[in-house]
């Protein structure tokens, strides 16, 4: 899955794609590159960020989303929303996938949409609101408190007709650094759930806290941790580098 931020203000990208002809070349560039999913978003969700109106989110993507499904008809994108006005929006203009980064909490209509839609959906584990969410989380087992949100929340998703559920334990999202590496440790453990896994690691400060960089060195990093996860059952990674993390498929692929 190649992201597409639209954002000026993403951690790692903010603004490079925000224009219509640059956000159409970044798309090329990853399918071309082997992306099998093209994530947009129109909002940044980095800690301590405010989330703006559905109003601004619609002016931002539905331009160049129009353009990406213009262009590349046969191709599947996905929409980084937590608003079900967003996703029904999103969906009828040719949006493949619902990615909400509040796995349903955010906006009690989402179930709905995208029941009624039959679209996947991909449910991620987020404490609290991107502004608040780095403030000190604390969880008794965030590894066990994490598998209960989802075990939880599936079954409200699927009590509301939702049927194809992906599933992201949200590294760097309500969590510590600490929490996030236990989650990674314990991946294996998210396939007791039966729903496929994607894994969201690219470039995140979990990577450059560690070896005293920043976003922009952070590549390496994020190839060794993709690669740990694709060994302990992600099935999906979401990532700003297609070429390598493609790469990194193909030889994980190959050794097993």
Same mark, same amino acid.
């Given at each position: 899955m190649g992201i597409l931020n639209l954002s000026k203000d993403s951690f790692y990208d903010g603004g490079k794609y925000s224009s219509k002809d640059k956000a159409l070349k970044q798309t090329e560039k990853m399918l071309n590159e082997g992306a099998d999913i093209i994530d947009i978003g129109a909002f940044t969700s980095k800690p301590g960020s405010k989330l703006f109106s559905a109003e601004k989110e619609k002016q931002i993507l539905f331009p160049i989303l129009e353009i990406l499904? +213009?262009? &590349?008809?046969?191709?599947?994108?996905? *929409?980084?929303?937590?608003?079900?006005?967003?996703?029904?929006?999103?969906?009828?203009?040719?949006?493949?996938?619902i990615n909400d980064i509040s796995g349903g909490k955010f906006d009690k209509k989402m179930f709905e949409v995208i029941a009624k839609n039959k679209v996947p959906y991909v449910m991620m584990h987020m404490k609290g609101t991107p502004k608040t969410m780095q403030l000190n989380p604390?969880?008794?087992?965030?590894?066990?408190?994490?598998?209960?949100?989802f075990v939880k929340q599936i079954k409200i998703a699927q009590d509301n007709g939702v049927t194809d559920i992906i599933i992201d334990p949200g590294f760097g999202f309500g969590k510590s650094l600490n929490h996030n590496f236990e989650l990674l440790k314990?991946? +294996?453990? &998210?396939?007791?759930?039966?729903?496929? *896994?994607?894994?969201?690691l690219s470039r995140k400060s979990m990577i450059y806290k560690i070896l005293n960089g920043n976003p922009n060195q952070s590549l390496n990093g994020t190839t060794i941790l993709n690669t740990f996860a694709l060994i302990n059952g992600a099935n999906i990674i979401r990532v700003h580098d297609v070429k390598e993390a493609k790469e990194c498929i193909t030889l994980c692929e190959y050794l097993y």
């Open positions: 499904i +213009n262009n &590349f008809p046969e191709k599947l994108f996905s *929409i980084d929303t937590f608003r079900s006005e967003i996703a029904k929006n999103s969906i009828e203009i040719g949006a493949s996938i604390e969880y008794k087992n965030v590894v066990i408190d994490v598998l209960n949100f314990e991946l +294996n453990l &998210f396939k007791k759930i039966n729903c496929p *896994i994607l894994i969201g």
